[in-house]
């Protein structure tokens, strides 16, 4: 990513690198660049997930275990298929798992969730062991 020339002492907001939406910053020094901050990028595979979260919380969206079994299986999709995951991606993930488990304690018997798709336990496990890169 190329950032843009900046004055000292400023802040540069960059577009976040191709294939991601967001805007990113960096702070510029007399002495240099600080580290860049991309906390706010969102990877093209959790796009989709963060408008179904939307709908949910502004929206008024029906939490069903259908609909948490996609969330779910989308997330591991998402998980799999991104190499790096921003701040954002993390912030969605926590939001589809919250939203998913906050369901789950209400059901009972087969209408757990868990009980009828793989993808549940497999994302929390890759996320565990994802590599984030700003910690």
Known sequence: MWWDRTPFDQTAIQTCPEGVAGSAVRACYVDGWGEPDMFHCT??????????????????????????????TRLASATNRTARLYGADVNVTYRVLKHVLDH??????????????????????????HQLPFL
């Open 104 to 129: 789950e304690v209400k059901q009972s018997g087969l209408n757990l969730t868990h009980t009828q798709d793989r993808n549940f336990i497999q994302v929390r496990t890759r996320l565990l062991c």
């Open 43 to 72: 990877s093209q595979q959790f796009s989709s997930l963060a408008a179904e979260v939307a709908k949910i919380e502004e929206d008024g969206l029906q939490l069903t275990t259908f609909v948490a079994k996609n969330l779910m």
